[in-house]
């Protein structure tokens, strides 16, 4: 019988043929225990399914939407999912996590997982539910923004169906399109590229069973408890203001990245700030679907309309490419969800030329930093990949240095050719190594030791020991939250995190899941991470910063200098590796491979 919160199943899909084909891969127990679900069970399956050192964009190259133990349950924040592949952008295993209706009927169409692979003749979307798997042609969706496409087939299918779909810059293989539903993102990595390379513009799922638990009543008194404890003060920015309320704190302590990494403060940051733009331009407050929080904040934009902003896509198309007017980067925020790009790639790309120009590198002398004209101008030219600058920036920051040369890479702001997302490395040192050594590249939510950082129990300028312990045991948490899956802004309210999640997981499951599990579990999907990873070619000559964090300190505002040297990176790293049993490459050893279930 399968454990609580599962239907032990996951759908592989070939859109190849006419009509679509479906199987049925089963999921052992053990496999659903050691991985949880989300992320962690999206590891396993890409391992299981992934051909060895594949193009990313081949047809054999699967996309995974996989789903949690706790969706559709009333937990709150449990209606999210994630989506997994090797990506486009950086050769690398990517992952990424979203909340929608989408989740929900994704999980009640009876599966644990809907794997895509293959490359339909047409344009198309993909239809999933109860009774199977259909492929119907849409040529009709061609250029259209992900939302209208959303639109368009509600309109012909039916609003019983919830969708996932790409934009113009997914069917056009930017490398860091995304893919979108209900107006939320599943952002890096180029899962959207993904998706358009298999000639897919939407997947469409339908509700047509329910969610088991083991003990209804104890889940259900869990969820009022959850629910009550997620309207705490550890909450309170997040419905009160928003993610945006981080941008003057950190530009307070120099943290914001500001003119490609050039400075740490933002002098015109106050005019992007939540605090003047809530008085002036908030209009709603929304929350994600099964919430309690209400993070997701909604201001008026010039012209008419609205835009949902968070602190990413303010501080990637603002401080980061010198742009300081509202309406400028409320313009370019939209912009982006219109063509389906990631904002973070985006606007550290973006970001990146600026300098090149700057520097005599490339001849677009009409690209500045803080013009809002050029950076709107620019996003079209990647969403359109118009040939010259457009098609050299669809390939992000990484590629398009070395295409450039002249030692742009140096100062290119990506970490496995990922982008840097909005924290200074060299004044959060903890932060520092967990985007060095964090298997999707530069990201912040799989490696939040920003948290340790700022917490005032280290000095975030002196990388050591401490630093290694802080950003091992915040990857440990992200990894179980990504796979039970729970939102990160939950993470404050839990005082003995993986006990409570323990507590959480049993009364759905019916296992008898211990604290000390969760953990192993947590080790067991980091680890699996990088063994995909080394599979495909990482070595620790990938675990590494740009060189402009490891050779040019910061002046702070504070009158400190913020120094982060290599020698000082490459001994955490070496702490790290040992921390988490890896050989001098950052492998897993032999017995950990064991454990992995591989």
Wanted: proline share 5%; with cysteine; glycine share 12%.
């Amino acid at each position: 019988m399968t454990a609580g919160g599962y239907s032990g199943r996951a759908l592989v899909v070939d859109v190849s043929a006419t009509s679509a084909t479906g199987a049925v891969l089963d999921l052992p127990e053990r496999v659903l225990r050691a991985y949880l679900g989300g992320v962690g069970l999206g590891t396993w399956l890409l391992h299981r399914l992934v051909p060895a050192r594949v193009d990313p964009l081949a047809p054999e190259a699967p996309l995974a939407f996989v789903f949690s133990p706790l969706v559709g349950t009333p937990l709150t924040t449990s209606a999210k999912f994630a989506v997994l592949a090797k990506s486009p952008l950086t050769g690398l295993l990517t992952d990424a996590l979203a909340s929608s209706q989408f989740a929900i009927a994704g999980k009640l169409t009876g599966h644990d997982a809907i794997v895509v692979r293959g490359r339909a003749a047409e344009l198309s979307v993909l239809l999933v539910d109860g009774s199977g798997v259909r492929l119907e042609p849409a040529p009709e969706l061609a250029g259209m923004s992900a939302a209208a496409a959303e639109a368009a087939v509600k309109e012909r299918f039916g609003r019983g169906w919830r969708t996932a779909a790409i934009g113009p810059a997914g069917e056009r293989g930017v490398r860091y399109a995304t893919i979108s539903h209900d107006g939320r993102h599943a952002g890096r990595g180029g899962l959207g590229a993904v998706l358009g390379a298999k000639n897919l513009k939407a997947v469409l799922v339908r509700a047509s069973t329910k969610v088991e638990v083991a003990d209804p009543a104890a889940v259900l008194a869990a969820a009022k408890d959850l629910r009550q404890r997620s309207f705490g003060p550890a909450t309170a920015k997040y419905r009160e203001l928003g993610t945006l309320a981080n941008l003057l704190a950190f530009n307070a302590v120099s943290t914001l990245p500001t003119r490609n990494f050039t400075a740490a403060t933002f002098a015109e940051a106050p005019r992007l700030a939540a605090e003047e733009l809530h008085e002036l331009r908030g209009v709603a407050r929304n929350s994600c679907a099964s919430c309690s929080i209400g993070c997701e904040h909604i201001y008026s934009r010039k012209g008419g309309g609205s835009q949902r902003m968070e602190y990413e896509n303010v501080f990637a198309l603002g401080p980061l490419c010198g742009v300081s007017d509202p309406d400028d980067v409320f313009a370019a925020s939209a912009r982006c969800d219109e063509l389906g790009l990631d904002t973070i790639s985006a606007g550290g790309t973006i970001a990146w030329a600026m300098e090149c120009v700057e520097r005599g590198l490339i001849d677009e002398p009409w690209l500045k930093f803080g013009d809002g004209a050029a950076l709107l101008r620019t996003l079209d030219l990647i969403g359109s990949r118009e040939p010259g600058l457009g098609e050299l920036l669809a390939l992000g920051s990484r590629a398009a240095a070395e295409v450039v040369g002249h030692g742009s890479i140096d100062f290119a702001p990506q970490v496995k050719g990922l982008e840097l997302p909005g924290y200074e490395p060299r004044s959060l040192q903890s932060m520092a190594l967990g985007l060095a050594v964090n298997a999707r590249g530069a990201d912040h939510n799989r490696s939040g030791a920003y948290e340790a950082d700022l917490s005032g129990e280290l000095d975030r300028l002196s990388g050591g020991p401490a630093h290694v312990a802080a950003a091992i045991g915040t990857e440990d948490r992200a990894a179980v939250m990504d796979s039970m899956i729970l939102c990160k802004f939950l993470r404050g309210i839990f005082t003995e995190p993986f006990d409570e999640w323990a507590t959480l997981l049993r009364p759905v499951t019916g296992w008898d899941v211990t604290a000390d599990e969760l953990r192993a579990a947590a080790r067991r999907i980091v680890l699996a991470k990088r063994a995909f990873n080394a599979r495909e070619g990482a070595t620790a000559a990938d675990d590494v910063l740009p060189r402009r964090m490891l050779d040019t300190p910061l002046l702070l505002g504070s009158g400190r200098t913020a120094t982060l040297t290599a020698e000082r990176l490459r001994t955490m790293v070496a702490g790290y590796y040992s921390g988490r049993g890896l050989d001098a490459e950052g492998r897993p050893a032999p017995a950990d491979l064991a454990d992995l279930l591989l």
